[in-house]
């Protein structure tokens, strides 16, 4: 079924929010239905909405507190924006056309809004900043992690680039460092360091809603089959009523320098190509090589929740985006300028 367009205009870069609402129940009103919902954040400031008609019908039609339950099936309205403090961190626009936005997102800054962050985040600042509230992120990255974010600008073709990343018609390359033991190399391109790599890992991973960190599942031997990138996908349209077995994840590992960074420490900087997108996949295959990326609060233990530290941001970075183009058939290759700051110094 197709996503139902908001009645409503974006709004300092902020998408207008929809809620289902029933049609029969014990509430007279939608407006009672939705103070016994959310009445305990802010019961006044429910009816002054309904009161004032900021909030609306599927067709744009304002609601009284008077309008009786089963008038509508779904509302839109504005939420409360939190107030956010500024992220002293900045995106950079590498390249951009009627079409495309590619954008070279800071570490520490969500692409899109969640939780505390709104306006504190890549879409929404891009947004105000381009004029722009048709901007749509392609795809997204994690917030600790930095580099290069596709947004479409038109939505007559913005369909054209969500079915690259879709069909996997998109390669991509991560760059990431971890600390290396002193035992592991004495900094010779043929030492022990080097002697593992290149290698792919190939695992299970689990998401669990409410869960924040990813979790590796054993399965059985015989399930281990072919490669989980090259299984045939489901037909367009259709989805797979059974779980593939086996593993389900697949990234390539290579390392391209070793060496001290800043701090004194030995640091390998490694090349990460995934070869699926499971949430934090880099993350967990590089924490199972027992090379977890530096300043991962996640993996491989997780950390306790805290402020974020701006000196330490996670050591992964999107580096590199190819794909043909589908409108006009060219060859793009985007390459994200940032750095990794823990890095090993050239020697």
């Known amino acids: ?113 969640a939780g505390r962050y709104v306006q504190q985040t890549l879409l929404v600042r891009l947004r105000n900043r381009l004029n722009n509230p048709d901007l749509v992120p392609i795809h997204r990255l994690d917030r600790g992690t930095a580099g290069l974010v596709l947004l479409a600008k038109n939505p007559q073709t913005r369909g054209k680039y969500q079915l690259l990343f879709e069909n996997r018609q998109v390669e991509k390359s991560y760059e990431c460092i971890s600390r290396l033991s002193p035992a592991a190399s004495d900094l010779d391109p043929d030492a022990a360091a080097h002697a593992r790599f290149p290698l792919v890992v190939r695992n299970r991973l689990e998401k669990t809603k409410g869960i924040v960190i990813t979790q590796s599942v054993p399965y059985d031997v015989e399930d281990s089959g072919r490669r989980p990138h090259e299984r045939r996908r489901a037909a367009r349209g259709k989805r797979r009523t059974q779980a593939v077995p086996g593993a389900n994840s697949s990234s390539r590992v290579e390392l391209l320098e070793t060496g ?36 991962d609060r996640f993996y491989p233990v997780l950390e306790s929740d805290g402020p974020d530290d701006f000196g330490e941001p996670l050591q992964l970075l999107a580096k590199s985006l190819s794909f043909i183009d589908p409108l006009t058939g060219e060859e793009r290759q985007f390459t994200s300028a940032r750095k990794l700051v823990e890095a090993p110094n050239p020697h």
């Open 260 to 295: 001290k960074n800043h701090h004194g420490q030995l640091t390998g900087l490694f090349r990460l190509t995934p070869h699926t997108g499971k949430t934090h996949q880099l993350r967990v295959h590089m924490a199972l090589l027992g090379l977890g990326i530096m300043h």
């Open 1 to 113: 079924m197709a996503e139902q367009t908001s009645p409503l205009p974006v709004r300092n870069g902020v998408n207008a929010t929809r809620l289902r609402v029933p049609t029969t129940g014990p509430w007279a009103t939608v407006h009672e239905y939705v103070q016994q919902r959310f009445g305990h954040l802010d019961p006044a400031g429910i009816t002054r909405r309904f009161t004032a008609g900021e909030v609306v019908d599927g067709a744009g039609r304002p609601l009284s507190p008077e309008d009786p339950l089963g008038s509508c099936s779904v509302i839109w309205y504005y939420r409360t924006l939190p107030d956010e403090p500024q992220l002293p961190v900045q995106e950079e626009i590498l390249y951009e056309d009627e079409h495309l936005v590619v954008a070279d997102k800071p570490h520490f800054l969500p692409t899109t809004p």
